[in-house]
């Protein structure tokens, strides 16, 4: 059975777009049931009505407390059946109640090699910080802001001449494989959630280090 998902965006929703392309392969272990956003007339919200999945627009602002507006988000998950919650550009913090509601069938991704960079501006703070490699990350929701168990990260070399610009397209270009793939390792159980680790019974693939710089020659 194909575990039904639920995803939050906030905005564009090129991740949510990623996410659609890839439940469309039969043998994907995952459905996208419901897409909610937090903010009216998301760009994101016309992905999920193009591919004629339920979507509904619950803004925070109608709210008096995060504590009402999770209670909201929660109620449409819970009437849409929604097992697994994807996080897919949603720019909201949940409550504390809220991520225990979904403790470890929750997913986020964001735009750096966590735990280094979490929180906003990634691209620039990375380049200021003179790192050589960067990345994007796929983890298990806890309360803290982009924080929590890693499920599966794609490492990117920092360009000499990248601008926080150039680089976040790159990354993003990563984070469109890597969501696909990390929910398809939860989603089939390939993965299991063992306190603050994620385990993993195999790691298949290259096997190589990432150098940045490159190495070149005999090394
Ligand atoms: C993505 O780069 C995602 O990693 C980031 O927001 C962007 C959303 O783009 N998320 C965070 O920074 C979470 N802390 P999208 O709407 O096109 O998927």
Sequence with gaps: ???RVGVLISGRGSNLQALIEACKAPDYPAEIVLVLSNVPGAAGLSHAEAAYIQTLTINHKDFATREAFDAA????LIQA?????CNAG???LHTAGFV???LNRHL???PSLLPAFTGLHTHKRVIEAGVTLSGCTVHIVRPEMDEGPIVAQAAIPV???DTAETLAARVLAAEHRL???ALALVASGAVRIEGERVVRTTQEGDQSPLFSPPVSGAL
């Excluded at 988000?73 to 449409?76: K, S, T």
């Excluded at 059946?81 to 919650?85: C, F, G, I, K, Q």
């Design 90 to 92: 949603f720019m909201r």
């Design 73 to 76: 988000l929660d109620a449409a």
């Design 108 to 110: 986020n991704i964001h």
């Design 159 to 161: 360009l000499p001449s």
């Design 1 to 3: 059975m194909r575990k």
């Design 81 to 85: 059946r929604v097992e697994l919650l």
């Design 179 to 181: 969501y696909p793939h």
């Design 100 to 102: 225990a509601r979904w």
